[in-house]
């Protein structure tokens, strides 16, 4: 990974990071020198990753949250406020893909909810508790992990296959426009970005990258310039078709 510059003092919120690509982005963002904040929805298995972490000597911190609710987002944000007085990197990675064998005729209105509801309401109800944060020191930097698959530019791929997680990405993809357009008149920079296929629950064994490879990406645009991109969508520092 290309050498960043040191961001000590800094502090970064980890959705969904007990495994994965979550847990790699908390471990290259405390290389980094963030001070971060591993957050899961399994109270032990989020713990025990922190432990991992802390065992590499890094700065990690642990939260209990459930994307899905609002109880949980609004413990999380009285703590962040409370501990460190200020969030400058928020990475909205918490996301499921359920039943992507079947089309967009064939998906119960049930899992569009369900899916929606971790995919893109997850990241809405968390930008809305952090970016006031942000505002108040003119800093932040919002990164959604989103997918190529999200993108309407192409949507026609995949014969309408995992058409519930496609919806949420494209979802969420929207949600990091009209979030970078509220927020151009601060230092705060949300963008979108596709880690790729990677090896991980979700991505699964065939998958040809590795979580750090994933979280490259991640990585960059937590810690863009002020000259830095906003709202914009991208892959290994790439653009990408909206």
């Known amino acids: ?59 990690v911190a642990y939260h209990q949250l459930d994307v899905t609710r609002l109880d949980h987002i609004e413990k999380l944000r009285k703590f962040v406020a409370s501990e460190y007085g200020r969030l400058d990197v928020l990475v909205n990675n918490a996301g499921i893909s359920l039943l992507p064998e079947m089309d967009v005729i064939e998906v119960p209105i ?25 505002k108040e020191r003119n800093y932040g930097r919002v ?3 989103s997918s190529t698959g999200g993108s309407l530019a192409l949507m026609i791929t ?34 979108s970005m596709c880690p790729g296929h990677i090896k991980t629950g979700m991505g699964g064994e065939k998958a040809t990258r590795t979580p750090a490879q994933g979280v490259e990406t991640i990585i960059w645009l937590a810690t863009l310039p002020p000259s830095g991109p906003n709202g914009k969508f991208f892959k290994d520092r790439k653009r990408l078709p909206w």
């Open 158 to 191: 995949l014969r309408g296959g995992m058409a519930a997680y496609r919806v949420s990405k494209a979802a969420l993809n929207a949600l990091t426009r009209l979030t970078a357009g509220a927020v151009r008149d601060y230092d705060i920079k949300v963008n």
């Open 110 to 134: 049930e899992t569009f909810a369900e899916t929606l509801a971790v995919n893109f309401y997850g990241p809405l109800h968390m930008t809305r508790a952090f970016i006031p944060m942000m």
């Open 143 to 145: 990164v959604n992990v």
């Open 1 to 59: 990974m290309p050498r960043i510059k040191d961001q000590t003092g800094r502090i970064a919120l980890v959705t969904g990071a007990n495994r994965g690509l979550g847990f790699e982005a908390c471990r290259q963002l405390a290389r980094c020198g963030f001070h971060v904040i591993l957050t899961s929805r399994d109270r032990r298995q989020g713990k025990e990753a922190v432990d991992t972490l802390r065992a590499e000597g890094l700065g």
